[in-house]
């Protein structure tokens, strides 16, 4: 186990680090099953609710889950070092603020980009077969008969694939694509992707001629100022009929309304939505009237959600932590402040399958 002595520390940049009572260790902002720790050998510390802020700021290390950190949290007097964000996204952390602080943030989106995959495709193949509306179909069987087409079915198979951000998901969701024998894969990006474009036959396009030759796209882009609101009402239009928008990025990547507008003129288009603008959903939200097509699907920003994926995640962010103190290094970096990159000792497949394992002992405890 890691071992949790009190160091000082002085620090370059704006970042004001106090010299003592620093522990050269990890906090997490919420409880980690202590099999889960023990199975990478550090020790954490945890808090979690009002104050855990002031208890993190303490520590080398803090990994933070969805809680916010501010500009005027990271100007405030501490030891932080590293910031993990133990998700795939970290809109929630003022990264340039940490850069100017000299704290290096990183993410870990390994294992949460199998399990967005896989929500991906579930809602590509929900909305292709009109799922959502299935329920409703068999309760109401006896009174208007066998449904037929009413729900429109459409197959997946030999759709043209557009890729909106071409990353980890893009790469996850294309290995479970792929056995559909796509017609042609298209993808926009800030930057060519040879991977893609050779295992694939992909090429990249603009954004106008992504939306309007493409049967199924899908938007795994991060929000950043360069994504906020880049997909318009104009590009949903664009698309072909029956084809399928899928959003596991972020809401914030499209213009304010323009889901539910292209919805409301063009019926046939199919909408996958599970992020959204403003989270959570408040009552009375337009984003609701898209459950009034039988082949839309909304979901509540639980695409990276799994029980493995839960604990495989948690498993890296702890490793990232015991990397950085043990050999200074980071495998993920975010910020510019980082130290030198070195790879995960675990790939994502080994990583789930050491969570079942947890996840087996932990059920058996509980039993």
Not at 162 to 171: H, T, V
Not at 191 to 203: D, G, M, Q, S, V
Not at 232 to 244: D, E, G, T, Y
Not at 272 to 298: I, M, Q
């Amino acid at each position: 186990m890691l071992k949790l002595p009190v160091f000082s520390l002085t620090v370059r940049g704006g970042y004001r680090v106090v010299n003592e009572g620093c522990v050269r260790g990890v906090f997490s902002s919420r409880e980690i099953p202590d099999r889960v720790s023990k199975a990478v050998g550090v020790s954490v510390v945890s808090k979690s609710g009002p104050g855990w802020w002031e208890e993190a700021r303490k520590y080398r290390v803090v990994i933070v889950w969805f809680e916010k950190v501010t500009s005027q949290m990271l100007s405030a007097p501490g030891c932080i070092r590293l910031l993990i964000a133990r998700s795939s996204g970290y809109d929630h952390i003022d990264v340039e603020a940490a850069e100017r602080a000299g704290v290096c943030v990183v993410n870990q989106p390994e294992i949460i980009a199998e399990s967005v995959a896989e929500h991906a495709l579930a809602g590509i193949l929900a909305a292709a077969r009109g799922l959502p509306g299935a329920l409703r179909e068999t309760l109401s069987w006896a009174e208007r008969g066998w449904p037929g087409l009413r729900l429109r079915p459409i197959l997946v198979h030999g759709r043209r694939i557009g890729l909106l951000g071409a990353g980890r998901i893009a790469a996850a969701l294309m290995r479970r694509l792929t056995p559909f024998q796509p017609r042609r894969v298209l993808y926009y990006s800030r930057t060519r992707k040879p991977w893609l474009e050779h295992n694939y036959r992909a090429r990249p396009a603009t954004l106008e001629e992504l939306f309007r030759e493409s049967d199924i796209v899908v938007n795994s882009l991060p929000l950043s100022r360069e994504t906020k609101e880049l997909v318009r009402l104009h590009h949903l239009l664009s698309m072909p009929k029956n084809a399928i928008y899928v959003n596991v990025g972020r809401g914030g990547t499209e213009e304010p309304g323009a889901v539910c507008e292209a919805s409301r003129i063009r019926p046939d288009l199919r909408i996958v939505a599970d992020v959204h603008p403003r989270e959570p959903l408040p009552p009375g939200s337009k984003r609701f009237t898209l459950t009034e097509k039988p082949w839309n699907v909304l979901t509540p920003h639980m695409a990276g959600a799994s029980l493995e994926s839960s604990i495989a995640t948690t498993l890296l962010a702890l490793l990232q932590a015991r990397d950085y103190l043990e050999r200074n290094c980071v495998w993920n970096p975010i910020t510019r402040v980082c130290p030198k990159p070195c790879g995960p000792p675990y790939g994502p497949l080994d990583a789930i399958e050491m969570a079942r394992k947890i996840l087996e002992e932990l059920e058996e405890n509980e039993l």
